[in-house]
């Protein structure tokens, strides 16, 4: 029989680390600028895809860089900041590659229809968001935001990581690793789903009025990834 | 491991991520997956039926992900058995292209069939002819994924499983995809009928170009378009995500010290500096190039 309260005892740290990852992946997907279908047709400032599949994205090549410094190293320190490291290199890497498109291939220029004035370079905004839309492309403001949303969303998933596979188990390396990285991948989408509620489609970074609303969502996360946790360490640490 | 041969290992990854994300973007484009497609599935409605192939199997993240993780797993238990790498990597490529092609008939049959209403014609000929490019593309994919994953895990002794790792690169290169390329589809080529150079004006919404330079526009029209920029610099972008995020590592090995370490996470944080750098030096020149799309009202009054 498996001693499911001394297992959660003896991991209790982890339960803890693992749901403040969650909750920090669920304030990360805020920062992250989604136009949603609409910026697709250059109708919304921000990168045009959903909330989850950007946030995800960038979390798990976090994912994959954390994993890679986590074979080499025990500090916990260096895994979360290369996990975060990986996030940002996809989320930039992404958001130059969509201001290509937006200014060479669609022909406008970068405008948030949200503010008149770019808090971080003061440009104006209005006069450059184009008939009928809602902004286009990424200023300034959006571009630095998602490199904030995507170096938390990194850390998240990479504590979330180091977390699971410093559980105390009988398990043999491989399988830990194995078992592991699926648990991380699981409740990093749990965790990014849930603010899309709040996000509605579209977002333009922490400038916009709904970026208030996380909160909300950071607490529901909470409460999603400390039920997610429990099931993780008892399968982790029950084998 | 020398540091030349991870250098190199890195460059074949980077190579291959670089086709597979051109090959996803141009995959999306002929049948129209992801974002775009809202507007293909809109245009019935309005009253412009058309003759372009319409499958939303789901969102692309999810879907290339479902290829990619399909082929990892059968590359995998493969490998297992015994069979040489080289040929599980293709067996499980193309299982992969087969279960998508499946996904892809069904999705246009129901999408296309669901809009009778709209008078939407189901095109049987477009099942045949872009059925096969579609298929191509995802094999192309799926096989450049399951490289780049193959040498994480045989050469560079990556922990997680083959399966993992092409599913979580097959997200990312969704992710990529529907972020930079599709907007070229879908900003641009689908509404070539409008003036060059703002977003697409709300009332416009559904009124997709539906012609093309030689009878009706098809989705393989709209794939030779996008294949002069969409598509390359798709590949681009998924190609630096994968080289630079194993670069910085290969440079400065953290295996000889975690202060080496630390030296590779900054120059991650450097690279991501130049690139928010390099996106306000686009911002400038676009608006300087550009223009305004209206008069600012106060400066209109004082001149007046």
């Given at each position: 029989?498996?001693?499911?309260?001394?297992?959660?005892?003896?991991?209790?740290?982890?339960?803890?680390?693992?749901?403040?990852?969650?909750?920090?992946?669920?304030?990360?997907?805020?920062?992250?600028?989604?136009?949603?279908?609409?910026?697709?047709?250059?109708?919304?400032?921000?990168?045009?895809?959903?909330?989850?599949?950007?946030?995800?994205?960038?979390?798990?090549?976090?994912?994959?860089?954390?994993?890679?410094?986590?074979?080499?190293?025990?500090?916990?320190?260096?895994?979360?900041?290369?996990?975060?490291?990986?996030?940002?290199?996809?989320?930039?890497?992404?958001?130059?590659?969509?201001?290509?498109?937006?200014?060479?291939?669609?022909?406008?220029?970068?405008?948030?229809?949200?503010?008149?004035?770019?808090?971080?370079?003061?440009?104006?905004?209005?006069?450059?968001?184009?008939?009928?839309?809602?902004?286009?492309?990424?200023?300034?403001?959006?571009?630095?935001?998602?490199?904030?949303?995507?170096?938390?969303?990194?850390?998240?998933?990479?504590?979330?990581?180091?977390?699971?596979?410093?559980?105390?188990?009988?398990?043999?390396?491989?399988?830990?690793?194995?078992?592991?990285?699926?648990?991380?991948?699981?409740?990093?989408?749990?965790?990014?789903?849930?603010?899309?509620?709040?996000?509605?489609?579209?977002?333009?970074?922490?400038?916009?009025?709904?970026?208030?609303?996380?909160?909300?969502?950071?607490?529901?996360?909470?409460?999603?990834?400390?039920?997610?946790?429990?099931?993780?360490?008892?399968?982790?640490?029950?084998? | 491991?020398?540091?030349?041969?991870?250098?190199?290992?890195?460059?074949?990854?980077?190579?291959?991520?670089?086709?597979?994300?051109?090959?996803?973007?141009?995959?999306?484009?002929?049948?129209?997956?992801?974002?775009?497609?809202?507007?293909?599935?809109?245009?019935?409605?309005?009253?412009?039926?058309?003759?372009?192939y319409?499958?939303?199997?789901?969102?692309?993240?999810?879907?290339?992900?479902?290829?990619?993780?399909?082929?990892?797993?059968?590359?995998?238990?493969?490998?297992?058995?015994?069979?040489?790498?080289?040929?599980?990597?293709?067996?499980?490529?193309?299982?992969?292209?087969?279960?998508?092609?499946?996904?892809?008939v069904?999705?246009y049959f129901?999408?296309?069939?669901?809009?009778?209403?709209?008078?939407?014609?189901?095109y049987l000929d477009l099942i045949a002819s872009h059925t096969?490019?579609?298929?191509?593309?995802?094999?192309?994919?799926?096989?450049?994924?399951?490289?780049?994953?193959?040498?994480?895990?045989?050469?560079?002794?990556?922990?997680?499983?083959?399966?993992?790792?092409?599913?979580?690169?097959?997200?990312?290169?969704?992710?990529?995809?529907?972020?930079?390329?599709?907007?070229?589809?879908?900003?641009?080529?689908?509404?070539?009928?409008?003036?060059?150079?703002?977003?697409?004006?709300?009332?416009?919404?559904?009124?997709?170009?539906?012609?093309?330079?030689?009878?009706?526009?098809?989705?393989?029209?709209?794939?030779?378009?996008?294949?002069?920029?969409?598509?390359?610099?798709?590949?681009?972008?998924?190609?630096?995500?994968?080289?630079?995020?194993?670069?910085?590592?290969?440079?400065?090995?953290?295996?000889?010290?975690?202060?080496?370490?630390?030296?590779?996470?900054?120059?991650?944080?450097?690279?991501?500096?130049?690139?928010?750098?390099?996106?306000?030096?686009?911002?400038?020149?676009?608006?300087?190039?550009?223009?305004?799309?209206?008069?600012?009202?106060?400066?209109?009054?004082?001149?007046?």
């Amino acid at each position: 029989m498996i001693d499911i309260v001394g297992i959660l005892m003896a991991n209790i740290i982890y339960v803890i680390a693992i749901t403040l990852g969650g909750a920090l992946i669920s304030w990360s997907v805020h920062f992250v600028p989604v136009g949603g279908a609409p910026a697709a047709m250059a109708q919304a400032t921000g990168i045009g895809t959903g909330t989850v599949q950007l946030a995800a994205g960038a979390g798990l090549t976090g994912l994959v860089t954390a994993g890679a410094m986590m074979q080499v190293t025990d500090n916990m320190g260096l895994i979360l900041a290369s996990g975060a490291v990986g996030a940002m290199i996809m989320m930039s890497v992404t958001m130059i590659v969509g201001a290509w498109v937006y200014t060479y291939g669609v022909g406008c220029p970068p405008a948030s229809a949200k503010v008149k004035y770019d808090p971080i370079t003061k440009d104006r905004q209005d006069l450059y968001v184009s008939q009928g839309t809602e902004g286009h492309g990424l200023p300034t403001v959006s571009f630095v935001s998602g490199v904030i949303g995507g170096a938390l969303g990194g850390i998240g998933g990479a504590l979330i990581y180091y977390s699971l596979m410093s559980i105390e188990n009988g398990l043999p390396l491989v399988d830990l690793v194995g078992m592991a990285s699926v648990f991380a991948v699981g409740i990093f989408f749990v965790n990014a789903v849930i603010p899309s509620y709040n996000i509605g489609g579209t977002i333009e970074g922490f400038h916009d009025p709904k970026f208030k609303r996380f909160p909300k969502a950071v607490l529901a996360s909470l409460i999603a990834t400390f039920f997610c946790s429990i099931i993780a360490v008892l399968s982790i640490g029950g084998l | 491991m020398e540091p030349l041969t991870g250098m190199g290992v890195l460059a074949l990854m980077g190579a291959a991520a670089t086709i597979a994300g051109a090959s996803e973007d141009l995959e999306s484009d002929v049948g129209s997956q992801s974002n775009p497609n809202s507007q293909v599935q809109l245009a019935p409605q309005m009253m412009y039926p058309h003759r372009i192939y319409s499958k939303a199997i789901s969102g692309e993240p999810p879907s290339n992900a479902l290829m990619c993780a399909i082929g990892g797993t059968t590359a995998s238990v493969l490998i297992t058995a015994g069979a040489s790498a080289v040929l599980a990597l293709v067996i499980g490529a193309i299982v992969a292209a087969a279960i998508h092609g499946t996904y892809s008939v069904t999705a246009y049959f129901g999408r296309s069939a669901s809009q009778k209403r709209f008078k939407q014609p189901v095109y049987l000929d477009l099942i045949a002819s872009h059925t096969p490019v579609i298929m191509g593309y995802s094999f192309i994919t799926t096989f450049c994924i399951l490289v780049v994953s193959y040498l994480m895990v045989a050469v560079l002794a990556h922990p997680f499983s083959l399966p993992l790792l092409a599913f979580i690169w097959g997200i990312t290169v969704g992710a990529i995809g529907s972020s930079t390329g599709d907007v070229h589809y879908g900003a641009e080529r689908e509404f070539q009928n409008v003036e060059y150079g703002a977003g697409l004006n709300a009332a416009n919404s559904g009124n997709i170009v539906r012609k093309a330079e030689s009878g009706l526009r098809n989705g393989i029209d709209n794939s030779w378009f996008c294949a002069k920029f969409g598509g390359p610099v798709t590949g681009l972008a998924f190609g630096m995500t994968v080289f630079l995020s194993g670069w910085i590592t290969a440079l400065f090995d953290p295996t000889k010290g975690d202060a080496i370490g630390w030296v590779s996470v900054i120059t991650g944080v450097i690279i991501v500096l130049i690139l928010i750098l390099w996106n306000r030096n686009i911002e400038v020149a676009a608006r300087a190039a550009f223009g305004t799309y209206k008069e600012d009202e106060v400066e209109a009054e004082v001149a007046a």
